[in-house]
Structure formats: C-alpha cells, structure tokens
C-alpha cells in the first residue's frame, strides 16, 4: 500500500511503496498520461507527472532510499510459517515538493477524465461506464491520490479541508496549457521559507495554483511570450528561478 508522510521540515512529502506498489503506480501513471504529442496543451502537466515517475524508477534502482516497515508477523506468527521470514518489509522511499505533488493531484483529475472519454468515446458518464469503472490504471491513479488527499487532511487545519479539497477538484479549473513554469517559482519560493511558515503556507499553495490568479497569469503571459519571440512550446521556455543544489527537507 502507497502511503505518504511529511518530510521533517514540512517542505514536502515523502512517497512510501513496496516494489509491486510502485512499479503498478509507475505503470498507471505512464498510461493515464498518454504518448508524447497525444494531448499537446497538457504537455506541461504531463510532464511533470513523468517527473514523478522518475523519481518512481531511480528510487526501484535503489538511488532514493529504503525503509524497514513493520508487517505484522510477530514470533507467534512466525513459527507457523515453513519459511524464512522477518517482521519487516522493505518500503522504497522518494521525496516531492508540496508545491509540486499539490498541482500533480490537481492535474491527475484532468488525465482520469481524458483517459476515461479515450476509452470510451461517445459515453454520456465515461467514469461511470462499466468499460472504466473497474479500470486498473484509474483505480492505481485514484488511489494515489486518496493517499496524497489522506496527508494532507493530517497535515492543514481542519477548518480548511473542506475549502481545499473544493478548490482542488473544482469542474471549473483546467490544467491544459498551464505554465508549469510557475511551479518552478512556487517550489524554490516554499523551499526559502522555515519550517513553520512551510506548514501554513501549504493550503495557500493549493489556492495559487487551482485558482490560476493576477501573479500566475503573468507568469503565463511571459511565457508565451517567449514561447512566440523563439517559436517554440511553452515547456520549451526555462523557468528564471533555480533551485538550490541542497536544502532542507
């Protein structure tokens, strides 16, 4: 089972998964997506959710870290079994910005819906139909997201969970030509904060990035302005801030 837990300085969380969790999420994620050129205006938000599956494959590859997790066999249990075995299982671990993973949950709503209608084209309720509603990638998808929505319900305050999650599944906000460039501005902004001002500042990040307002609308402005001065795709233009070779997590 994929779980989530913030990281030590709430600047963001760390993704928990056995070896079968995470080469199935790895799989799911690749496919909701699509092929490279198939949905040019999410390409941005597809990208991003590639991110992830790269952090997916190094950490399978044992460059991120791992984690003993108890499984329950104690040594009662363990007398029965014929094998050899332990009371821990190994967990593989990778870690995303709370800015980043907030925008790739917002945008996963987006690629379940078009892969849904891909599926079943010329269905009134594509979700609902029974072609997709015991679909493996959507189910691997959606239950990513339930672990993610999960830490964040542990992490802001009560009084905003029901705000937030509104905001975050609005019929409303789309994720199709999104200047993901203003991620980029977002991460290294949460990254420069301390440690108690990255926990109060999570569901304002949330609200930047669903609400698309006056600061990321002149991010986008920029870019597609760079985009037409080079004639190039918006994931093209390189976003002005960098990250920090270190930090805190």
Request: glycine share 4%; proline share 2%; net charge negative.
């Amino acid at each position: 089972m994929i779980f989530l837990k913030n990281t030590l300085n709430y600047t963001g969380v760390t993704v928990y998964g056995d070896k079968m969790d995470l080469e199935e999420l790895y799989a799911a994620l690749h496919t909701i997506v699509g092929d490279e050129d198939e949905l040019i205006s999410y390409e941005g938000a597809r990208l991003r959710v590639l991110g992830v599956c790269y952090d997916i494959r190094h950490a399978l590859m044992g460059h991120r870290a791992i984690e003993f997790v108890d499984n329950g066999l104690d040594a009662d249990k363990m007398r029965f079994l014929s094998v050899a075995t332990t009371d821990k299982n190994i967990y593989y671990t990778f870690n995303v910005l709370w800015p980043e993973l907030l925008f790739i949950t917002m945008a996963l709503n987006d690629f379940v819906s078009l892969y849904a209608k891909k599926q079943v084209k010329n269905s009134y309720n594509p979700i609902q139909d029974y072609r997709n509603i015991w679909d493996s990638t959507i189910a691997q998808v959606r239950g990513f997201q339930a672990a993610i929505a999960k830490c964040i319900k542990e992490t802001i305050p009560e009084t905003s969970v029901s705000r937030i999650m509104k905001l975050m599944t609005s019929d409303y906000t789309y994720y199709n030509y999104y200047a993901t460039q203003y991620l980029d501005e977002l991460n290294c902004h949460f990254i420069d904060m301390n440690k108690e001002k990255r926990l109060k500042n999570i569901t304002i990040m949330a609200k930047r990035i669903a609400e698309q307002g006056k600061e990321y609308q002149e991010v986008k402005e920029a870019v597609i302005g760079a985009a037409r001065k080079y004639n190039c795709s918006m994931t093209e233009i390189r976003s002005l801030v960098e990250y920090p070779e270190d930090f805190e997590w």
